[in-house]
């Protein structure tokens, strides 16, 4: 399909950092109990009641491994100590992010640059995964591709040397106190106008021949737009896949109905399935923007649900259009995101509920132990009073935490259940977070 942004000359970050992709234009019967209408009031008069949201534990998909986002110190700075509780921390005002995705530099003078914030994001409980742009210069030789006159790739005799350029790069951080949970071996190898191309069959030889030697999780390949043609021919090489461990992609433009990867069920078994980069739905406008910033809550709906991802990571923690603004206060679009970071933990697994029980709105649900979390974003123009049933849950009652255009992860209360089953109202265009209690 083509793409949902235009793909030709990059240009500057839209408030003035470096440079990044031009801005991406949107792709596209059981007991009722009314436990939660006063908890979550309606904003305006409310839809007649949807179907009933049924969410199934024993029907286990996914296990989740976290939400985060990007620090890039050497191009818009370091995140502050402050900035930096308020990105990995759980309460309140926090974004409750659990990865944290940092760049390899191609120098070694420049692998501590990120390391302070990595050590503290870890200390919080969070993943820390990195991602190359380039190799060290005297490993890339340059060559023609299309009008490009000047593109970069590693070259084939320095392959070994370059696994051992990553390696280092992971012992480097555990030295100083961080263990990198994965490396990738290219950020965006098919969109490297400005760093390092590889091809699927470059990227293959590198899996095959060299990346055993890597001493942690591998992640390829980080396609900028989950481009299938950059990671089928990994699925299909034994070799190839036996060294990789991750399988990332960013999403980018990428439509909704590209999410699903039927080749990776196949054959992905023990391998894991990350989004390691996005913005969503796009960089020129403000992170607070309403109820634009719902985009961000269907997104990250549709990457669990129909991509059936473990991870979902922002590109900039703090940027104007991020989920964390300049002034180190959650944007919008970062409470969006807070509504699954801070109640979907790492080790929760996903389980079956209904998707759309109305026109606008989309579910799903998580178990952790004997909590089950449910996201509900609603993107209609009018409330909805929604019934959820938990199956064969003794769940008595049901805390909830709604974001609005006046609210932001606002706290609602708590409120009873029956044997898991409760009603609530959906605000019009808003994310609510439900977690129920035994």
């Known amino acids: 399909m083509t793409p949902a942004w235009n793909a030709r000359a990059r240009t500057a970050d839209a408030d003035g950092g470096p440079p990044r992709r031009p801005s991406r234009r949107t792709v596209l019967a059981l007991g009722t109990l009314p436990a939660l209408t006063a908890a979550v009031p309606a904003a305006g008069p409310a839809q007649a009641a949807a179907a009933a949201v049924v969410v199934d534990p024993s029907a286990r998909r996914q296990t989740i491994r976290g939400f985060g986002g990007m620090n890039h110190t050497a191009w818009i700075g370091d995140l502050t100590a402050a900035q930096r509780d308020t990105a990995f921390g759980v309460g309140d005002g926090r974004l409750g992010f659990s990865v944290l995705r940092i760049p390899v530099p191609e120098n070694q003078a420049d692998w501590s640059r990120d390391a302070a914030t990595a050590r503290r994001a870890a200390e919080l409980g969070a993943t820390v995964i990195a991602s190359p742009w380039n190799p060290p210069a005297h490993m890339v030789e340059t060559f023609v591709r299309g009008n490009q006159t000047d593109a970069r790739r590693l070259r084939y005799d320095m392959y070994?040397?370059?696994?051992?350029?990553?390696?280092?790069?992971?012992?480097?951080?555990?030295?100083?106190?961080?263990?990198?949970?994965?490396?990738?071996?290219?950020?965006?190898?098919?969109?490297?106008?400005?760093?390092t191309w590889w091809t699927p069959a470059e990227m293959v030889r590198f899996l095959r021949e060299?990346?055993?030697?890597?001493?942690?999780?591998?992640?390829?390949?980080?396609?900028?737009?989950?481009?299938?043609?950059?990671?089928?021919?990994?699925?299909?090489?034994?070799?190839?896949?036996?060294?990789?461990?991750?399988?990332?992609?960013?999403?980018y433009g990428t439509p909704f109905a590209d999410f699903p990867y039927p080749l990776f069920r196949q054959k992905g078994g023990g391998k894991e399935l990350w989004m390691t980069e996005v913005y969503h739905p796009n960089s020129s406008d403000s992170a607070d923007l309403w109820p634009q910033a719902l985009d961000v809550g269907e997104h990250v709906h549709r990457a669990l649900v129909d991509g059936e991802f473990?991870?979902?990571?922002?590109?900039?923690?703090?940027?104007?259009?991020?989920?964390?603004?300049?002034?180190?206060?959650?944007?919008?679009?970062?409470?969006?995101?807070?509504?699954?970071?801070?109640?979907?933990?790492?080790?929760?697994?996903?389980?079956?509920?209904?998707?759309n029980p109305a026109p606008g709105v989309h579910v799903s649900a998580y178990l952790g132990g004997a909590t089950v979390v449910i996201v509900a974003v609603n993107k209609g123009t009018a409330a909805v009073s929604q019934q959820f049933t938990v199956l064969n849950s003794p769940a008595s009652g049901v805390s909830s935490w709604l974001t609005d255009a006046s609210r932001t992860v606002a706290s609602q209360g708590t409120a009873g259940a029956s044997n898991g089953t409760f009603t609530a109202t959906l605000p019009a265009q808003s994310v609510t977070t439900f977690r129920t209690t035994a």
């Open 160 to 195: 070994g040397a370059y696994a051992r350029h990553l390696e280092g790069f992971r012992a480097h951080l555990r030295n100083n106190g961080v263990d990198l949970y994965g490396i990738s071996v290219q950020n965006e190898p098919d969109y490297a106008h400005d760093w």
């Open 210 to 251: 060299n990346a055993g030697s890597i001493g942690t999780r591998v992640i390829a390949p980080e396609s900028f737009q989950y481009r299938k043609e950059m990671s089928d021919p990994i699925l299909n090489d034994s070799a190839a896949l036996a060294n990789v461990d991750i399988l990332g992609a960013h999403l």
């Open 310 to 355: 473990q991870a979902y990571v922002w590109w900039y923690i703090r940027r104007s259009y991020g989920p964390m603004r300049e002034d180190g206060r959650i944007s919008k679009r970062g409470a969006a995101m807070a509504h699954f970071a801070r109640f979907v933990r790492p080790g929760y697994v996903r389980v079956e509920a209904t998707a």
